[in-house]
């Protein structure tokens, strides 16, 4: 059973600063993309952002580049969301998600929550204006 699970989520004002993590256990994630999505009430799951684990490659949505940098610690086998510069629209449960891939293969843009292997459980983000 792989697990994904997601901390740093909390209660902030617009502008203020998050940083989330998710810890994976359970197997060897060098041949994983790992990602976060995010669904706010009444809205489906939405990719944010990309990382690919051997690669070091990132993607990002339009509304969240400039703003939002993941990374990673593959010794930890941790990923990061820092999040800056926040605004009330994004707030959301922020999920960590795990793709598997094929080794040397790198993802160059979003995907769809289908195609997500291992969820974490989610954190909430909550921006107050």
């Known amino acids: 059973q792989v697990q994904l699970v997601e901390s740093g989520g909390g209660l902030v004002q617009t502008g203020d600063s998050l940083r989330l993590s998710c810890v994976a256990s359970?197997?060897?994630?060098?041949?994983?993309?790992m990602a976060w999505f995010r669904q706010a009430p009444g809205k489906e799951r939405e990719f944010v952002a990309v990382?690919?684990?051997?690669?070091?490659?990132?993607y990002y949505i339009d509304s969240v580049r400039g703003r939002f940098t993941i990374s990673r610690a593959n010794v930890e086998n941790t990923v990061f969301l820092q999040m800056n510069s926040l605004k009330p629209e994004d707030t959301a449960v922020y999920y960590c998600a795990a793709r598997q891939t094929r080794a040397g293969a790198t993802i160059l843009g979003s995907f769809p929550p289908d195609a997500v292997d291992y969820w974490g459980q989610g954190t909430q983000v909550t921006v107050s204006s």
């Open positions: 990382i690919n684990w051997s690669g070091g490659s990132a």
């Open positions: 359970g197997r060897t994630f060098s041949n994983y993309a």
